[in-house]
């Protein structure tokens, strides 16, 4: 039975990862800080780590004896890194580098990176890994980006396979709904449960790719098991929405505020290559998640 680190593994993504490995019958240590996921999250079947991964004794902690690391820990989200750079260096680059560093020291091989979909910026959609280029608009872009150019470089150098993904949009059940963290579909559907008029920064004409947290899931793992490495992966799902129209589907109670900095006016992944190398492609319809996320949040279970 192979063994697997999730750093993140109480995350939004992290969580349901851990799931779907534990039904593959892979046997998961987790490491995380609990800074903005929840233990009761983590399967019973994982070993549990609370440590951080700006800590490079408890990386190596975490990383002996296994055979191969999701890296999902990071400071995400656009705001909060332009509220606290050196958290963003720090989680994201620095804490790549630990993990790195000691997959190194303790033999681990392979690694899966949780890279973003922002290190596109406002480039022209569809976004393609080998043909658009970056643009950086904060620092959650820039640090996740330099994070997985660690990985490729210690794929080069050192040997440890590597393959980076990059989230486009996701949503799905646990997603942060309030805080600094929260997710746009999240905090809409919170709003909507108080009869709270939904914020929309700016005409609400930005588009965004949403792909569900299951599908990101599975995208992980058949990365994992497959020989690919030194490669770079869109996840998304190939269509998008409007916030406008996203909230729309929601609720017709709306307020405009400002547009945020930092934002990007559209996203929208072209995935033609990892349905290629993996014969993945996403398999949950938004409108579907989106009831889905709904009914969750009336029957209470929006966090189950």
Not at 9 to 19: K, N, P, Q, R, Y
Not at 44 to 72: M, Q, W, Y
Request: charged fraction near 25%; aromatic fraction near 8%.
């Amino acid at each position: 039975m192979k063994t697997v680190l999730v750093t993140g593994g109480a995350g939004f993504i992290g969580s349901h990862l851990i799931e779907m490995l534990v039904k593959k019958n892979y046997q998961v240590r987790v490491l995380d800080n609990l800074s903005s996921g929840q233990r009761k999250w983590v399967s019973s079947a994982a070993e549990f780590i609370e440590g951080d991964v700006r800590n490079p004794d408890d990386c190596r902690r975490a990383t002996k004896g296994v055979d191969g690391v999701f890296h999902l820990a990071a400071m995400s989200r656009v705001a909060p890194s332009l509220d606290n750079v050196d958290l963003a260096t720090q989680s994201n680059i620095v804490g790549t580098q630990n993990i790195l560093s000691a997959m190194r020291e303790n033999g681990v091989r392979k690694i899966i990176y949780s890279g973003s979909s922002t290190y596109y910026g406002n480039q022209p959609v569809p976004q393609r890994e080998d043909e658009t280029p970056p643009e950086f608009l904060n620092f959650y872009s820039l640090s996740k980006h330099v994070g997985g150019e660690y990985c490729m470089l210690f794929d080069r150098l050192y040997d440890i396979h590597a393959v980076v993904l990059r989230y486009f949009n996701a949503y799905g059940p646990r997603q942060p709904q309030e805080g600094a963290y929260a997710l746009v579909l999240g905090i809409f559907l919170q709003r909507w449960m108080r009869n709270e008029p939904l914020i929309i920064h700016g005409d609400g004409s930005q588009r965004r790719d949403f792909v569900h947290v299951s599908d990101i899931a599975r995208a992980n793992i058949m990365a994992y098991e497959s020989p690919v490495r030194s490669a770079i992966f869109n996840v998304g799902s190939g269509t998008n929405i409007s916030i406008k129209e996203l909230a729309d589907l929601i609720s017709a109670n709306q307020r405009h505020e400002e547009r945020r900095k930092g934002d990007a006016n559209e996203t929208l992944a072209d995935i033609s290559r990892i349905k290629k190398a993996f014969d993945w492609q996403p398999t949950v319809n938004f409108t579907e998640g989106l009831l889905d996320m709904k009914e969750r949040m009336k029957n209470g279970m929006e966090r189950v």
